[in-house]
């Protein structure tokens, strides 16, 4: 592995650790509105949270481009307001990686939580708590696992996302190229061979580590719960 190979690993990490983390309170939240729910416009909030995973990747990041770009409405006002630029900048990958993973992550998630009995629930607050107390304390322990499962699953996602992000953020080394775009990178260039083939074991062992550690820590919070 070269420097630049390197780099390129520890951009991705960083990259898929951040869409991660911003993206899971707001996949907790979604998840438990359209598992709990019932209110008008339901099945165009899921419509409109699984459009990434229906619409080409290119598409979604041009619309990203047209929202969060320099010269975009609300890209100009984070940067005048906050200093956030999110064109072309390692920032911007987060975004385009925590949006094609936020579907996955809400599924898993939407099913955890449907897959607990609502007359525990029911039972919490008929001895007094607010549903803010019944969900801190049946619902997310519960859900835990299927929590986690969803977060290791869009952080896996996160790590191979490539058409929405070299749309949004391009493929600049040191600043905007995760290992799907150094891939593709590689390919264009001869004798680029020997790289691709290191970065492609590299991400296929990332990847199945990813699940694989999703599948114990959901088993080891499951086997807890139940001794619990």
Known sequence: MTPLEWE????????????????????????????????PGKQLLNGIVHLPLILPPVVTGYLLLLTFGRRAPV???????????LAF????????????????????????????????????????ASRVMVFLTITLPLTLPGIIAGAILAFAKAMGEF???I???S????????????????????????AVIRLVILSVILAMGALLVSEWLARRVGHKAGRA
């Open 171 to 194: 493929n600049i080394p040191g600043e905007t190229q995760t290992l799907p775009s150094a891939i593709y990178a590689a390919l264009q260039v001869p004798g680029g061979e020997g």
């Open 75 to 85: 890209g100009a006002w984070l940067e005048e307001t906050f200093g956030l630029v």
């Open 163 to 165: 058409g929405a992000t």
């Open 8 to 39: 390129v690993v520890t951009l991705s990490l960083k990259v898929s650790l951040w869409a991660t983390a911003l993206s899971l309170p707001f996949g907790i939240l979604t998840a438990l509105v359209l598992a709990r729910g019932n209110f």
């Open 89 to 128: 900048r390692w920032t911007g990958a987060a975004l385009a990686a925590a949006i094609m993973a936020f579907p996955l992550m809400v599924r898993a998630i939407r099913l955890a939580i449907e897959a607990v009995d609502p007359r525990i629930e029911d039972a919490a607050a008929t001895l007094g």
């Open 167 to 169: 749309t949004f953020v």
